[in-house]
């Protein structure tokens, strides 16, 4: 038997000229994207943003799931807890963290966040004031005008022989706010750097991953419009007048014109009518028993003796009132209707929007919850979970790389009036201590039945299966706090002489239980049902 030359191969890397055909070479990814085409990409996303209602929602719903984090320190060593808690309160006003003093920490690093999806990477540039500066991703750049000694590859990057970014290049965009002029070279270790990557270890910079949906957006973007504008034109053209009258040129009685007093002309042998048509227009006789033919048309026209009837070329309607149509022999009103858009190109549509959001995970059902049940949406809710993970740990490495920053900054400036170094050697911790206690929790997702997943967190915890510092964590909560807020309430309730009762779902009243626990006190009217 002979045996095939594809038996023992991938057939993927087969050419057999029934598609594109599979790629021989393998570059590094900024070969596949220099430069010039990044720029055209970075471009092209933002422009999507701004002007794409598709592209704008996408990324608010990304970032809503893995950009929102608080801040939790605790030691159990009420001194340090409280200096540590304070200290990043106060450093999340913009006053205090942003350079420009325009972004609070939260709206920073949603707008870092932004600007990884949409141009692939960004960078936070550390000033010894303790704040931050915003370098969006265009600005990591060569530039123009660099010093000569400096070093900086296609990229942006300084790099060594291994690949290890030393420092970066910081550009600006001229006076004109057009250009990326070289400004200077930025150490690495004082840049918070992170981008979304697609190769192992050839690559320097991020590739925005809404690059594999940037054409399909677009398509769908203008097949909306397309459609738009079809329904536009037939609400313009919303009644057509149908006339049954045939014109092959030649002046010759309107159809279904009425006569004048027929007679026959001296020259002529046929009957002169009130109306005629002529060149696809319908004209009216100005003079009694008027004459003519094609030949002399144009000179009785010119005579006044034919005037062009306009009665007939437009409606004039009343949308607030009953309005009847006066028409003509031979003409019928038509309504143009439109089907546009039709119900295959909004099925089309939405599979086409749920492959554009495939560049961002997200569920279809975010996007029309109508089309889904209730237990669909949870489904998709938690595959939606494992797949922002990745992203909030990305987040959450650059959250800590800020908030080490923050505490090291002051730790060693003996003058802060926060004294953390005192605080902290008192309690015996030292620097790293106090960093690693410091943790950054994703705000977690919101509520879709209440009652429901509490209930189910229960089960869980009482079956070890959970517990209720994870339990609280995956709400965006933190059980120490619930705990420290509701001691609050009650010590308040107290001293105001107020009762709280808290009820497991499904247990008994207050009035169930005393009763229980006193049979001899007189029993209550039993409640009317509604059926009686």
């Known amino acids: 038997m002979r045996i095939g030359p594809f038996q023992f191969s991938y057939q993927a890397v087969q050419d057999k000229a029934r598609r594109q055909a599979p790629k021989s070479r393998i570059y590094h990814e900024g070969e596949v994207l220099p430069p010039k085409a990044r720029r055209k990409l970075q471009a092209t996303t933002q422009d999507q943003a701004r002007n794409i209602s598709l592209v704008a929602w ?25 200096v540590v808690n304070r200290i990043f309160k106060w450093h999340g006003a913009p006053r205090n963290l942003d350079y420009l003093g325009r972004f609070g920490r939260d709206e920073m690093f949603r707008l870092f966040e932004l600007e990884k999806v949409l141009c692939g990477d960004a960078g936070l540039l550390k000033l010894d004031d303790l704040k931050l500066q915003a370098i ?52 690495a270790a004082n840049v918070i750097f992170d981008g979304y990557w697609n190769r192992f270890s050839s690559q320097f910079r991020g590739v925005s991953p809404l690059s594999t949906a940037i054409n399909m957006v677009q398509d769908i973007h203008e097949s909306f419009e397309f459609n738009l504008v079809k329904a536009k034109m037939h609400a313009l053209f919303g009644v057509a007048i149908m006339r049954k009258a045939e014109d092959d040129g030649n002046v010759g009685p309107a159809s279904g014109a009425k006569t004048i007093t027929p007679w026959v002309a001296e020259a002529h042998d046929w009957v002169v009518y009130d109306y005629c048509s002529y060149g696809g227009k319908i004209y009216v006789c100005q003079t009694a028993h008027s004459t003519t033919t094609a030949s002399v048309f144009g000179t009785d026209l010119t005579a006044g003796k034919w005037s062009e009837d306009t009665t007939g070329t437009g409606l004039d309607l009343d949308p607030r009132a009953i309005n009847m149509l006066d028409l003509n022999p031979g003409e019928e009103p038509k309504i143009i209707e439109s089907a546009t858009p039709s119900s295959q190109f909004v099925e089309g549509s939405y599979l086409f929007i749920q492959i554009a959001m495939l560049a961002l995970d997200i569920p279809v059902t975010s996007f029309d919850s109508r089309r889904s049940s209730f237990s669909a ?23 800590k790389d800020y908030s080490d920053w923050v505490l090291a900054t002051i730790w060693n400036d003996s003058a802060s009036p926060w004294q953390l170094r005192k605080i902290a050697t008192a309690d015996g911790l030292a620097l790293r201590d106090v960093q690693e206690a410091s943790e950054w929790i994703p705000s977690g997702s919101p509520w879709l039945d209440k009652y429901k997943q509490v209930m189910g967190d229960e089960l869980a915890i009482n079956l070890m299966l959970d517990n209720s510092i994870d339990a609280t964590r995956r709400r965006g909560g933190n059980v120490f706090e619930n705990i420290d807020k509701q001691a609050i309430v009650i ?30 006190a007189e029993p209550q009217p039993e409640k009317e049902s509604d059926n009686e």
Do not use: W
């Open 58 to 82: 996408m990324t608010r719903k990304h970032l809503d799931y893995v950009s929102k984090f608080h801040f939790s320190f605790r030691t159990d060593k009420p001194n340090i807890d409280k």
């Open 136 to 187: 969006e991703s265009d600005l990591i750049a060569k530039g123009t005008d660099i010093p000569e000694g400096v070093k900086v590859n296609n990229s942006g990057l300084v790099v060594d022989a291994t690949g290890r970014v030393l420092q970066y290049a910081i550009c600006n965009r001229g006076e004109n706010g057009a250009t990326c002029k070289f400004d200077h070279a930025e150490d």
């Open 377 to 399: 949406r949870i489904a998709d809710l938690n595959e939606y979970e494992v797949s922002s993970d990745a992203k909030r740990t990305k987040n959450r490495y650059v959250r």
């Open 491 to 520: 010590k308040y309730a107290a001293e105001k002489g107020v009762p709280i009762s808290s009820i497991k779902a499904g247990g008994r009243s207050v009035g169930e239980v005393e009763k229980a626990e006193d049979p001899d």
